[in-house]
């Protein structure tokens, strides 16, 4: 069953989205880690991440590697306050796109502006 991740992180949101590239380029697509986004929002910014299990979402957050990306990206530092969300589902679909690259981001805060990273997908 996939599992839907949502963090919300409350502060300045350029600092937080530039901690949370950070954290995507050092943590990358660990096995099962379908897509990751993180936009910004009127207090902060939200990440949207998709696994394919729960097991797979628990092994890399456990991993020492995820752990040091986490710390070494400064989005503890950056929020104010946080939470997230888990929700398990078999409501997944995916469109013919086998990969988006992320486009430059602008400075102006827009809702509709996000950093998106997915994993290709299975030809099978």
């Known amino acids: 069953m996939s599992v839907l991740v949502l963090v919300r992180m409350t502060g300045k949101t350029d600092p937080l989205l530039d901690a949370a590239d950070r954290l995507a ?4 697509m660990p096995d099962g880690l379908t897509a990751q986004v993180a936009a910004p929002t009127d207090e902060g910014i ?7 299990s729960e097991e797979q979402r ?6 020492p590697e995820g752990r ?5 990206s400064g989005l503890l530092r950056e929020a104010v306050t946080g939470s997230s969300e888990v929700c398990e589902t078999e409501r997944v679909r995916f469109s013919d796109i086998v990969a988006a690259s992320p486009r430059p981001r602008r400075r102006a805060r827009s809702k509709t502006s996000s950093k998106v990273t997915a994993a290709p997908a299975d030809p099978t």
């Open 25 to 28: 380029e050092a943590f990358g």
């Open 46 to 52: 939200v990440i949207m991440q998709l696994w394919e």
């Open 58 to 63: 628990h092994a890399a957050n456990e991993a």
């Open 68 to 72: 040091e990306a986490l710390l070494q």
